[in-house]
């Protein structure tokens, strides 16, 4: 048994905790040696054929992992991560609070994948559409929708908008590629009354209250020596300093439309006795 119980652990270890029992198979361990190592409690079923050992029961989102894990029993994690955007990736709510962006709770887990699957769980829903590389990233260990595809997923989904324009304003600033979050909000802006993606993202900014975090970036960042910083760019492009070709008017804009707010800013902090 001792054997058996080295090879479960190093196979959970590769994999946050975690194995299947077809992946076991592959390792040369047996349904029955699974089922004597959960009787003594080395590892526990957490789902039909998969398994999981105390340390991986500690970790976050286990429960999510597991269900990923059940999609594809046979493969094992990094033969599934190197594979890209083929396979099951974490979506919609669940990949809200897998970025953990705004308050948008998962009823259930949500996967998107380029191929037709179906699962029996109640607790697991799959959405087959095509995606690319470049709306695919990895958190937490697991392939997962970037911010911007999230974004537009769940406002495309009839989400209530003030719970989307709150998971934008929990993303990172420097992280937001804005150009591509406008062209994934472009086919659903005129579902929300919106004209363009453009103005579908500057009013979830502003619902949000993330005009005013980019402003408040803007000046906190003015001063950055290296140049590097999302508020430093915005500046620039404001200012007309150093314009990046790859942003858009709508950056401008953005920040034209705030500088009565950065002058007040600047004076309330001008003011300040030394």
Known sequence: ????????????????????????????????????????????????????????????????????????????????????????????????????????????????????????????????????????????????????????????????????ADALYDAELSVINVERLCTLLDPVAKINDHESGTKFLRFLMRVGGLEKKVVASVLADALDPTGQSTGRQLWHLSSGVNPEPSKDIFLRDLVKGNLPALRSFVNEFSDEPE
């Open 1 to 164: 048994m001792l054997s058996s119980i080295a090879a479960v652990l190093t196979l959970a270890s590769e994999q946050e905790g975690l194995l299947t029992t077809m992946q076991a198979q592959r390792r040369g361990i047996s349904r029955l040696e699974l089922s004597r190592l959960a009787t003594h409690d080395v590892i526990e079923r957490v789902a039909h054929g998969v398994y999981i050992t105390p340390e991986g029961s500690m970790k976050p989102h286990s429960e999510l992992r597991a269900a990923w894990m059940a999609l594809d029993p046979h493969t094992f994690a990094y033969e599934r991560l190197d594979a890209g955007s083929v396979g099951f990736s974490v979506t919609h709510r669940s990949a809200a609070e897998l970025h953990g962006l705004g308050q948008l709770i998962p009823d259930v887990y949500e996967f998107v994948s380029t191929t037709p699957k179906r699962t029996r769980r109640e607790d697991v829903r799959i959405r087959r559409r095509s995606i690319g590389e470049v709306d695919i990233t990895i958190v937490h260990g697991l392939p997962c929708t970037s911010v911007e595809r999230t974004i537009a997923d769940l406002a495309e989904s009839h989400e209530d908008l003030s719970l989307v």
